[in-house]
């Protein structure tokens, strides 16, 4: 764990963003997209045997196998059940709510001309989820349900296969629960089938480019969206065009921002860094704190902590490139979170209410000393899949907007406002030298 002060950051930050170029994955992931886009399934199959536990012949997972998974969940563990029914609940709450924010209009800008806005959901949204170590079922209902909820027509899914050739249960018993919460029926019998949701068992960069061009077995989609490793992001990153994606997601991050009035325990504040670190070696827990006596609290407070933990590997990897920047000036704090642009921000200050209207760059803030940053990753409603690596000075976390389309319309009638529309417009084309143009907007001149 490293501490700065705070005129030392602009140093600091300028050599930690350096990107380096990983031409290496490049090169792998633009071969499995060429394979991909010629051979279809069996490319995806090749790539399976290669990376993934298992090779199914069949790649669509029947929705018989998914009720399955998620009865076998409900008998061995009804606690977990319970709670991804829970948050199920509040993300689709949540999601119905943000799709409330976005309606068809029209305005008449003047007499004759009438603008306006609809809202469309794209036909086919896909969903992918990683399986690894810590498969993580609760991004599945994160990603699936404002999907339905954005009124796809059909909502793909697909995780890697393991041994079975089946994905994780758990991710499948979450993927029967997201779509419930949404109001999708999934019957565990021979008559499973269900024309707005189909589930596959395949992973990684081929699972990105079979959803980016279709193939015998896999619907094309017009968006992709959900978390991966790095061969999944540069597989986005590549098709991105080709076909719509969320955004490019890398390491997760949290910065938490104290002062010197602050209630919160150095010990709480070790606490939500450990639980952002635990997630990846590259996981990046951050802190601005008034005075080195705190910042070395904490960095007791990890350490301690650091002895009992399971994951403490992971975490304590995370925590070598860990930061606490020693600041005791609010307007010099405000400055650097908004340069860091932190996925998760959580604002653990006195009038924490005055701080906010100045934080501009963020993927989710979480405000007070109740509101840590697990909630928002499980149970309150908000959405987790977030932007990451300083991706939030430009885009927000993933949402129903993600799945809609604001398309505008225009719809004309004789009138004084049409004419002067229509003669700016002859008089423009001219001027940029499209005769076309202005010949287009002369036939239709009232005479």
């Known amino acids: 764990?490293?501490?700065?002060?705070?005129?030392?950051?602009?140093?600091?930050?300028?050599?930690?963003?350096?990107?380096?170029?990983?031409?290496?994955?490049?090169?792998?992931?633009?071969?499995?997209?060429?394979?991909?886009?010629?051979?279809?399934?069996?490319?995806?199959?090749?790539?399976?045997?290669?990376?993934?536990?298992?090779?199914?012949?069949r790649l669509e997972v029947s929705l018989i196998e998914v009720k399955r998974a998620y009865d076998e969940l409900r008998a061995s563990d009804p606690a977990l059940t319970e709670a991804l029914e829970f948050a199920a609940n509040n993300i689709f709450r949540f999601s119905q709510k943000q799709k409330e924010q976005f309606a068809d209009f029209e305005y008449e800008m003047d007499t004759g001309l009438i603008t306006g806005q609809r809202v469309i959901p794209v036909e086919r949204a896909a969903i992918y989820v990683p399986g690894g170590r810590f498969p993580l079922f609760s991004s599945v209902l994160m990603c699936v349900i404002p999907a339905f909820c954005a009124g796809a027509?059909?909502?793909?899914?697909?995780?890697?296969?393991?041994?079975?050739?089946?994905?994780?249960?758990?991710?499948?018993?979450?993927?029967?629960?997201?779509?419930?919460?949404?109001?999708?029926?999934?019957?565990?019998?021979?008559?499973a089938h269900n024309n707005r949701f189909k589930v596959f068992a395949v992973g990684g960069a081929q699972a990105i480019a079979a959803f980016a061009f279709g193939t015998e077995s896999i619907p094309r989609a017009d968006v992709i969206a959900g978390p991966g490793n790095k061969y999944v992001a540069a597989a986005k990153r590549l098709l991105y065009?080709?076909?719509?994606?969320?955004?490019?997601?890398?390491?997760?991050?949290?910065?938490?921002?104290?002062?010197?009035?602050?209630?919160?325990?150095?010990?709480?504040?070790?606490?939500?860094?450990?639980?952002?670190?635990?997630?990846?070696?590259?996981?990046?827990?951050?802190?601005?704190?008034?005075?080195?006596?705190?910042?070395?609290k904490i960095i007791t407070a990890i350490e301690k902590r650091l002895t009992t933990l399971p994951t403490a590997k992971t975490a304590g990897a995370s925590l070598e490139n860990g930061l606490i920047i020693v600041c005791n000036n609010r307007e010099e704090s405000i400055?650097?979170?908004?340069?860091?642009?932190p996925e998760h921000l959580e604002l653990q200050t006195a009038d924490a209410d005055t701080w906010i209207p100045q934080l501009k760059n963020y993927g989710s803030l979480f405000t007070g000393s109740l509101s840590a940053e697990v909630l928002g990753d499980y149970s309150a409603g908000i959405n987790h899949t977030l932007p990451t690596s300083g991706s939030a000075r430009f885009t927000g976390g993933l949402a129903v907007r993600h799945f809609l389309k604001t398309v505008t319309t225009l719809r004309c009638a004789q009138g004084e406002g049409f004419e002067k529309a229509r003669n700016a417009a002859e008089v423009l084309a001219r001027a940029e030298g499209l005769e076309g143009h202005a010949q287009s907007a002369v036939l239709r001149e009232n005479k």
């Open 1 to 57: 764990m490293k501490i700065i002060y705070d005129n030392d950051f602009d140093s600091y930050w300028k050599n930690e963003t350096k990107q380096a170029e990983d031409k290496k994955t490049e090169k792998t992931v633009k071969k499995i997209i060429t394979e991909v886009r010629a051979k279809g399934d069996a490319a995806v199959r090749k790539f399976a045997s290669k990376f993934d536990k298992s090779s199914p012949e």
């Open 153 to 191: 027509d059909e909502v793909l899914f697909s995780s890697p296969p393991a041994a079975n050739g089946l994905p994780d249960i758990k991710i499948l018993a979450a993927a029967a629960i997201a779509a419930k919460a949404a109001g999708i029926t999934i019957a565990g019998n021979e008559n």
């Open 241 to 296: 065009g080709q076909v719509g994606i969320d955004f490019i997601a890398g390491p997760s991050d949290v910065l938490v921002i104290t002062d010197n009035t602050s209630i919160q325990s150095a010990d709480i504040i070790a606490a939500d860094m450990i639980a952002q670190a635990e997630h990846d070696p590259d996981a990046r827990a951050r802190a601005i704190v008034p005075d080195k006596e705190f910042a070395d």
């Open 335 to 341: 400055r650097i979170a908004n340069k860091i642009a």
